[in-house]
């Protein structure tokens, strides 16, 4: 008879997500057969949003998430830029990017070191006081001088972030969550003193990240070559873009586009729906572009398992994130797999600080980065992005002078979807299949697998009923099953 094995709940990552695999003998080894990926709570910021002025969006919209607060800035003002019909000024652009900039820089870190280098590293006799005990301690795990040496840069990269967020702080006024960002660009004034002051802490970031973060990954990689085989899930990735080089917004960084069933191909926004068959959400509401989007939440839903809607893009599944950027941008196209999401995200890192080096040298003294709009009392809008988890897009309709309508999408909430109405697994669901694991009391794999999307359910959901499916992060094991 089956069984199922209830883990404690899992930790290092952001929010509450249910992972549940079915594990059986394949060939003679033990492989997750199937799998489920929850969010267990509710997200409610489009109704929030409704009814209020929509120069509220940016200030609001940022309290999805404290960890990307700043790209949650950056897609509302988009929003709001595009439905009043506003040009950034170039100072405005310059802030904006840097701002996000500083906040991928600190969130990339935070990953690899806080949230999944302990994956793979034995801590035992290094760590060994909560929260980095009780854990798992596989044979596979590396320790010694290599594990003492991530501990060691553990500690370093809590600095980091402390100061890659004092970069950020310079023309976003605050971080984590950002108040200078609005409709019409960034208000900071840029003088020469906050120049030289990013430009300092940008010098160590970037130092960081060449000798220390990037090494790291690689000497991790190096151990553990078999995960490049592992987690390869649904094959298919898409990015919104973001980082604009100039004022049309048609130049960026990290250009917009699709890898749909091994081919690179533009991007059509008119091809992305949510399906709701598995989600606590009204018949209704499903497959519906999220310019029409509708949240109307249906927690009694017999055939639902997650909070989550399915985003999809012309019916099919895709990742999202710094392997997809990465990818579709050119910069590194070695393959799809939890390795490959480390490393695209690594060296993702090192572009974003070294563009921002430039960046600082187009920025004008004294200029403004802020042109007043007005109002409209009938619009809509759309905000795309990235956000360091991956794309990012806020869709607004304004009647009467108020939000009458706001919808977020985002990156958690594509990778870590549930089935569709097509009944294909959600990205997260997909990579785990075929996923091997050697211990089911300690079931590593799967962690590493999850880990290498590094979701943000805190972005994907929010208010919570208080019964067992808000009660943390938790992977089942059902081994046995055919």
Known sequence: MPTTIKLDPVTRIEGHLEIEVTVDTVKGEQQVIDAK???TMFRGFEIILQGRDPRDAAMLSQRICGVCPVSHAMASCRNLDDAFGVTVPENGRLMRNLVLGANFVQSHILHFYHLTALDYIDTTGILDIAPWAPRYVTPDMVG??????????????????????????????KLPCVSSFVAGGCTEVVSAEKIASFRSLLDE???????????????VAGLFPEYYEIGTGCG????????????????????????????TGQMNLAEINEHVKYSWYTEATGTLN?????????P????????CKAPRYGDQVHELG???RMWINGDYTNGISVLDRLAARALETKVIADAMDGWLDELEVGASGYAEPSLPQTATGVGLTEAPRGALGHWME?????????????PTAWNTSPRDDLDQLGPTEAALIGTPVADLEQPIEVLRVVHSFDPCLACGVHLARPDDRARGTKVLIQPGIA
Do not use: C
């Open 300 to 307: 009694d839903k017999p055939s639902a398992y997650s909070w």
């Open 322 to 324: 710094p392997l997809a």
């Open 37 to 39: 990926s929850s969010g």
């Open 236 to 263: 298919n990735l898409l990015a919104y873009g973001a980082f604009d080089l100039d004022a049309s917004g048609n130049n960026k960084l990290f250009a917009p586009g699709r890898y749909t069933d091994g081919t």
């Open 398 to 410: 304004i009647t009467d002078g108020t939000i009458s309508r706001y919808q977020v999408v985002t």
């Open 290 to 298: 999220p310019a029409d989007g509708v949240t109307d939440p249906d």
């Open 205 to 219: 970031a970037r130092a960081f990240v060449d000798n220390v973060y990037v090494p790291d990954v690689l000497a």
């Open 144 to 173: 010694g001088t290599l594990a003492q040496t991530l501990v060691g840069h553990y500690v370093a990269a809590l600095e980091m972030r402390r100061k890659t967020h004092q970069m950020g702080a310079l023309f976003g006024g």
